[in-house]
Each structure stands twice: as C-alpha cells, then as structure tokens.
C-alpha cells in the first residue's frame, strides 16, 4: 500500500514496528498534495519544511529503549494530520479563509492541537469564510473541489479538511463543526467526520463563529481513527469555561462486537419528500444492516425538527454579529485607512469580509436590534429549548438516531451559490444536532448511480459518543465503504 493511503492506526502501527519512518510518511503525503491538490484545492497554506522537520524530531520526542517504543503512548507521533484554517498555530497563519486575517499569525496555539502534540502539521486547510458556508465556495481565496468529482463542492465549511483526508493528502484532519461543518462534508467526500457533544472538546484557540454551537472534532478515513483522535482532543480545558468537566473515556474500547440488544430511532421528520431517492435507498438498506447485526428499530417523532433551520440561522447570525465584531481594523487583521475613524472601521470591513459573511452579520445584528430581540433571539431560544427536549424525550426510547447527513448527495460548484436559501437547507439534517448540543457521526453509506458518496449520520445522547462510535464501527466493518477511494 502507498504510504499516504495508510489510515492512522495502521500508520502508527508501521512507526512502531519500523517499518516506515515518519520522515517517509510525511514525505510521501506531501508528494501526495504536490501532485493532487492543484486538482482539489484542499488547502491555503501547506507546511512541508515545518512537517518534515517535526517528523525527522519524532524520534527524539519519544521514550527512550527503542527509536519508536513510545508511539503507542502517542498515537499520533509522527503522523501527517491536517488542521481546519480556524484553529490558530502558533507562528503559522490562520486565515479563516478571509480577507479580514489573510496575513494574521496567531502568537498562541489552539488547546486541540496543542493536545496532539508530537503529530506531523501537513497545512492549514480551505473553509468558507469564518466557516460561514456549506460548499467551501464561500472561501475568500479558492474553492475547494470533491475528489470524487471535481465539477462537484465538498461540502462545508470543513471542505477542505474533508477533501483532504478523501484524496489521501493527509492520514485524518481536525474541523469544526457549528450546524454541520464536519458531517455534511465527510458526507459529500466519503469519509468520516465526527462532532462530540459540546463541551466534550475544549473550543480555546478556535476563531469563533457562533460560540453556544461550535465544536472541533475529527475527520478521518475510519470510525477508529476517529476515536483514537477523540481520545486525544477531548476534556477539561480551564481555558474554555464551556469545556466540561466530564470524564475522557477510552473511546476505542467501544468499538468491536454486535449491536444485540442497540435500540435504534428512525425519526419521521428526517425522512421526507424531496429527500434524493438514491440517498433514501443507501439509508434503507443501511438501517436493514444494522438490523442484521442485532440492532432493533423504532420508530420515534422530533416534533421540531422543522423549526430547527430558521432557529438556527437566527441564533447563529446572533452570535456571530457579536464575535466578528472585534475585526475593525485596530489591534488585528486587514486594516484599510480612512478619514476618520469611523470610515477606518466601514472600508475595514468592506474590503475584508466577504458576501455570506456580511449577509450574517446583518441578520444577527437585526435580531438583536432594539423592538426585535424577543421577536427573534429570544423565540428561538425558546424554540431550541424544545428542540433539545424532543432530543430527551427520544433517548428514552432509544439509544441511537439513524438519520441521513444530508438530503443529496454532492451538488455541482455553483448549482446554489446564488439562492442562499436552498444553500441553508443542505445542512437540514445536521443543524439540530448542534442546537441540541449532542454528538452525532457521519460515515460512508454507498454511492449514488453518479458515483457520489452518501453519508449516513448516528445522533447519541449527550457524552456518549461510545454508543455511536460502536454502532458505526459495526456497520463500517461489514460494508466497508469506506475502502473505496476517488480516482484523482
């Protein structure tokens, strides 16, 4: 196998064993991203010089008895592992895919990759703008393509971690997740993404977008390797009040056996007209699969689920209104002269944002505006309270939702990037996981006639990604969909 197509475990398994170094690995993955990426445009900044030289130390940085002995404590020493461009690097650039931070070099680093301390840094990869977007089209500089077909978007706003790990330019990569910035895109691309619970992983050092629903966690070619970098990531962080003080479990422990006795919920709500008929077949025959494997299905309602869309946009423009506000051109990022002051701050903001991020400023700060906030902020707080509540009453019932990722399979480049409206509605599926605040897993579930991945996503109860992990790792190792790879 060419050592870029490794999948994590398998790669530190080979360090361990010496039988690749991680200096051949890196170099094979950044051969890799020079011969694709012209094609896929996954990433905005590449750090080959930084990655090879972190891989040519990895030696050092382990026990000593044996040049790779301590690898196994850390499963990431020596691996090429690509980081979302919203999470800050110290001393490396962290755009956010916007023009506002273009040359912003952050002087501390993120917890998360702080946590995964000993990994290779492939690059930093391609988002929509302050992962404002569902397609990567709304990146101030490129947008990134599917590798499975390139007239075709990735997904977002993690397109660019998503279509890295799909065309093997990294082992697996980290992203955030806010209404289903990791899901929709491992979903489009034929991977695995995973968001945990919220507050399960520390959220310091992640550029914020709307700050009550943002979650980094992993994209990866397999449910395994998942957990293996859920293990690293999660946990306390008193540098993030919303991180919780809950207990990491072995994530990886869950995984193996049959599902006897998995209670499984299929929603009403999430299996609806217009949904892509082929989509619709993929989840039918992967429900009947876990039924095979010992899993009962029951049929459950989320009542409101189809408040959750405008809930969300709501909220989330709120939030981000209010954390973007900071980019006006004095301590930090683009700065455009003017006049005066106040014209300092508007061509600051004219020239740096972007269209999608303009459009949701402006929702936010109507909603919050003088005679609208109970109108808008505070109903749909109301209505999210509900929505979670529809979330409590199912995993009574329940153990795991089966659902979707997303009502279609990847759409073309363009197809709606003018209709803001139907943009909004591909994360359909996804978003009320993130007002509910619970984890979910999307994972590869067949292809449509096109060739086109279909993801199918598993929703948990609060803190227990276990149960999904389990379920998923069980249907991924007897379908293994997963294995197939785009022809670049």
Same mark, same amino acid.
């Given at each position: 196998?060419?050592?870029?197509?490794?999948t994590?475990?398998?790669a530190?398994?080979m360090?361990s064993?010496?039988?690749i170094?991680?200096?051949?690995?890196?170099?094979?993955?950044?051969?890799?991203?020079?011969?694709?990426?012209?094609?896929?445009?996954?990433?905005?900044?590449?750090?080959?010089?930084?990655?090879?030289?972190q891989?040519?130390l990895?030696?050092?940085t382990?026990?000593s008895?044996?040049?790779?002995a301590?690898?196994?404590?850390n499963p990431?020493?020596?691996i090429?592992?690509a980081?979302?461009?919203?999470?800050c690097?110290?001393g490396?650039?962290?755009?956010?895919?916007?023009r506002?931070?273009e040359n912003?070099v952050?002087p501390?680093?993120?917890?998360?990759?702080?946590?995964l301390? %000993?990994y *290779?840094?492939v690059?930093? #990869?391609?988002l929509?703008?302050?992962?404002? /977007?569902?397609?990567?089209?709304? +990146?101030?500089?490129f947008?990134?393509?599917n590798?499975?077909?390139i007239d075709?978007?990735?997904?977002?706003?993690?397109?660019g971690s998503?279509?890295a790990?799909a065309a093997?330019?990294?082992?697996?990569?980290l992203g955030?997740?806010?209404?289903g910035s990791?899901?929709?895109?491992a979903s489009f691309c %034929?991977? *695995?993404?995973l968001?945990? #619970?919220?507050g399960?992983?520390?959220r310091y /050092?992640?550029?914020?977008?709307a +700050?009550?629903?943002d979650?980094?966690?992993p994209l990866?070619?397999t449910v395994?390797?998942s957990a293996?970098?859920?293990?690293?990531?999660?946990?306390?962080d008193?540098?993030?009040?919303?991180?919780?003080?809950?207990?990491v479990?072995d994530?990886?422990?869950?995984?193996?056996?049959?599902?006897?006795g998995?209670? *499984?919920g299929?929603p009403?709500?999430?299996?609806?007209?217009?949904m892509?008929?082929?989509?619709?077949?993929?989840?039918l025959?992967?429900?009947?699969?876990?039924?095979?494997?010992g899993a009962t299905?029951?049929?459950?309602?989320?009542p409101?689920?189809?408040?959750?869309?405008?809930?969300?946009y709501?909220?989330?423009?709120?939030?981000?209104?209010?954390?973007l506000?900071?980019?006006?051109?004095?301590?930090?990022?683009?700065? *455009?002269?003017?006049?005066?002051?106040?014209?300092?701050?508007?061509?600051?903001?004219a020239a740096?944002f972007?269209?999608?991020?303009?459009?949701r400023i402006?929702?936010?700060s109507?909603a919050?505006?003088?005679?609208?906030?109970d109108?808008y902020y505070?109903k749909a707080?109301q209505?999210?309270?509900?929505i979670?509540?529809?979330?409590?009453?199912?995993?009574?019932k329940?153990?795991?939702i089966?659902?979707?990722?997303a009502?279609t399979t990847?759409?073309k480049?363009g197809?709606?990037a003018?209709d803001?409206?139907?943009?909004?509605?591909?994360d359909i599926?996804?978003?009320?996981v993130?007002?509910?605040?619970?984890?979910?897993?999307?994972?590869?579930a067949?292809?449509d006639?096109?060739g086109?991945p279909?993801g199918?996503q598993l929703?948990?109860?609060?803190f227990d990604?276990?149960t999904?992990l389990k379920?998923?790792?069980a249907?991924?190792?007897?379908t293994?969909?997963?294995?197939?790879?785009p022809?670049?």
């Amino acid at each position: 196998m060419k050592p870029y197509r490794l999948t994590l475990k398998k790669a530190q398994e080979m360090i361990s064993a010496k039988e690749i170094t991680p200096v051949e690995l890196a170099d094979a993955v950044f051969d890799r991203i020079d011969a694709v990426d012209k094609h896929v445009n996954a990433y905005v900044t590449v750090t080959r010089d930084i990655g090879v030289e972190q891989a040519r130390l990895t030696p050092t940085t382990v026990r000593s008895g044996s040049d790779y002995a301590g690898t196994l404590s850390n499963p990431v020493a020596g691996i090429p592992i690509a980081i979302k461009d919203n999470m800050c690097t110290k001393g490396i650039r962290t755009t956010c895919s916007s023009r506002i931070l273009e040359n912003f070099v952050p002087p501390y680093e993120s917890t998360v990759t702080e946590k995964l301390a %000993g990994y *290779v840094l492939v690059g930093k #990869t391609n988002l929509d703008e302050f992962a404002m /977007g569902s397609s990567t089209e709304n +990146s101030a500089f490129f947008t990134t393509k599917n590798p499975w077909a390139i007239d075709r978007a990735p997904g977002g706003s993690s397109g660019g971690s998503a279509a890295a790990v799909a065309a093997d330019e990294c082992i697996a990569a980290l992203g955030s997740d806010t209404g289903g910035s990791i899901r929709q895109p491992a979903s489009f691309c %034929g991977v *695995v993404g995973l968001k945990p #619970t919220y507050g399960r992983v520390s959220r310091y /050092g992640l550029v914020a977008f709307a +700050s009550s629903l943002d979650q980094i966690g992993p994209l990866t070619k397999t449910v395994e390797d998942s957990a293996i970098l859920l293990n690293l990531i999660s946990g306390r962080d008193p540098k993030d009040s919303t991180s919780a003080p809950v207990e990491v479990p072995d994530f990886t422990q869950a995984l193996g056996g049959n599902l006897k006795g998995l209670k *499984v919920g299929l929603p009403d709500e999430y299996f609806i007209d217009g949904m892509d008929k082929e989509v619709h077949g993929c989840i039918l025959k992967a429900i009947d699969e876990l039924s095979a494997q010992g899993a009962t299905t029951v049929k459950i309602n989320l009542p409101h689920t189809a408040y959750a869309v405008a809930t969300y946009y709501v909220l989330a423009t709120s939030e981000a209104s209010s954390n973007l506000a900071r980019y006006d051109g004095v301590k930090y990022g683009l700065r *455009v002269d003017g006049d005066n002051l106040l014209d300092m701050y508007l061509k600051t903001r004219a020239a740096g944002f972007g269209n999608e991020v303009k459009r949701r400023i402006m929702l936010g700060s109507y909603a919050l505006s003088s005679g609208y906030y109970d109108a808008y902020y505070k109903k749909a707080q109301q209505v999210r309270t509900l929505i979670t509540m529809d979330f409590e009453e199912a995993f009574k019932k329940v153990d795991v939702i089966v659902t979707p990722t997303a009502p279609t399979t990847a759409f073309k480049i363009g197809e709606k990037a003018n209709d803001p409206l139907q943009m909004y509605l591909s994360d359909i599926f996804t978003i009320s996981v993130n007002l509910a605040g619970v984890p979910a897993i999307s994972i590869p579930a067949g292809f449509d006639s096109r060739g086109l991945p279909v993801g199918l996503q598993l929703i948990g109860r609060p803190f227990d990604e276990e149960t999904i992990l389990k379920a998923a790792h069980a249907y991924e190792r007897t379908t293994q969909w997963n294995t197939r790879k785009p022809s670049l």
